[in-house]
């Protein structure tokens, strides 16, 4: 059952998410999303919060402490580029330094977290 649960919560986060770009396609003119961004997106999403139910699961605080200063980290990175280069489009630069630097950082927090365990399992 809680599998189940681990995998339920990020589908319907998921869905209830790709509604907002589902009503616009249908009431909003000049709003088209192709399928391939649907399921682009939906991917995207669904393996945040996949990745999030199993961090939270396994390793809470060094975990997503570290994914949140990596997003904070990447949002500097690209305000940079966006600054230096203003007529670039950076917006493949933006998913991957998001994806990169998020799961660097998760995993560095991961490392700091059980080092601290470590110390003070054997205080």
Do not use: C
Request: aromatic share 18%; net charge positive.
């Amino acid at each position: 059952m809680q599998n189940t649960k681990n995998i339920i919560r990020p589908l319907l986060l998921t869905v209830g998410i790709l509604l907002i770009p589902f009503f616009g396609d249908m009431f909003v003119d000049g709003w088209n999303w192709p399928w391939t961004a649907f399921a682009f997106f939906g991917v995207v999403l669904f393996s945040a919060g996949l990745a999030y139910e199993l961090a939270g699961k396994y390793a809470k605080t060094g975990v997503i402490s570290g994914f949140v200063f990596g997003e904070i980290v990447a949002g500097g990175v690209i305000a940079t580029l966006r600054y230096l280069n203003p007529n670039d489009d950076v917006a493949g630069v933006v998913i991957i330094t998001f994806l990169i630097s998020g799961l660097f950082f998760a995993f560095v927090g991961y490392l700091i977290q059980k080092y601290f365990e470590k110390k003070r399992n054997h205080l």
